[in-house]
């Protein structure tokens, strides 16, 4: 499941030192493989400790964990709407992601100069939302202009589709995204097909110095009102830190993060964050041969989660045998569980749970 989060920003905020981090991380440790596609793009894992346990537990001679696509768009400024700096190149790549991630300066550096010539998170957040705002009202404004004629002809369900574009319009002319506008079910179609780059979900990236990583400091607290009111998630990272880390060994890493009061790397809350974002969830299946984890969107039938396998599986789907991680987890095996009682033969209506283990019956 090719899923992409864009990691965006203004210049000289830590965006791509943030993204050099993970790739580096994927050269030098196994905890982030990260695999190039293209100069900007890159595929890394989500660490799943559950993962790990499944794989002791079966003895197997393989692990596959999950991952994630990030996209290192290019430094947006004001005017991008209208092309200024290299805005039609970041509003494009903008459109082919699913989720954004932005990195947002909340740290003094006399050093390295902010292009607006002071740090303030909530302006700068601005300066971007602005942008993305008035690209989808000209994307808006193209297809009123569009609906307008065809309900000239006399089409009445085009009527009901040019109220809406209309109502969605005003909406984003009140400087609001297009992620909080409500649809209705029936609206959707006519909502996919505009593409809006204000409609992809959002979390914020503080970045900050390696002494604020465990507590934050005022520019973060700045940060989380804004987020606040838009319902999304802000996460602390370090880039240079980050960058420092990939150079140590297990041990000083563990040492260093200890000494700065934190238990787990930004990297790895980052890519937690961005995967939950997605909407996603996790299945396991394990053996002597291969433990993996699967990715699939929340909401997902056995049938459907099956075929993330192989087409075939939904194709001929029977049942999903199915075992609960932490049932997995505290009987220690899989005879266990089943002289327990609590391994499910599940059918075709069953909507998978984050951290299932499945073994799925089909015919071929």
Known sequence: MALRCGIVGLPNVGKSTLFNALSNAGAESANYPFCTIEPNVGIVTVQDERLDRLAQISD???VIPTSIEFVDIAGLVAGASKGEGLGNQFLSHIREV???????????????????????????????????????????????????????TGDKKAKEELAFYERLNEHLNEGKPARSFSVRSDEEVWYRSLFLLTSKPLLYAANVSETDLAEGNSYVESLRELAEQENTEVILVSAEMEAQLIELDEEEREEFMADLGVTETGLSRLVKAAYKLLGLITFFTTGPKESRAWTIKRGYKAPQAAGTIHTDFERGFIRAETIKYNDFNRLGSEVAVKEAGLMRSEGKEYVMEDGDVVLFRFNV
Do not use: W, Y
Request: aromatic share 2%.
């Open 60 to 62: 197997s001679v393989k």
């Open 98 to 152: 699913d989720a954004i991630v932005h990195v947002i300066r909340c740290f003094d550096d006399e050093n390295i100069t902010h292009v607006a010539g002071s740090v303030d998170p909530q302006r700068d957040v601005g300066i971007i939302d602005t942008e993305l705002l008035l690209k989808d009202v000209e994307t808006m404004e193209k297809r009123i202009e569009k609906g307008g004629k065809a309900v000239k």
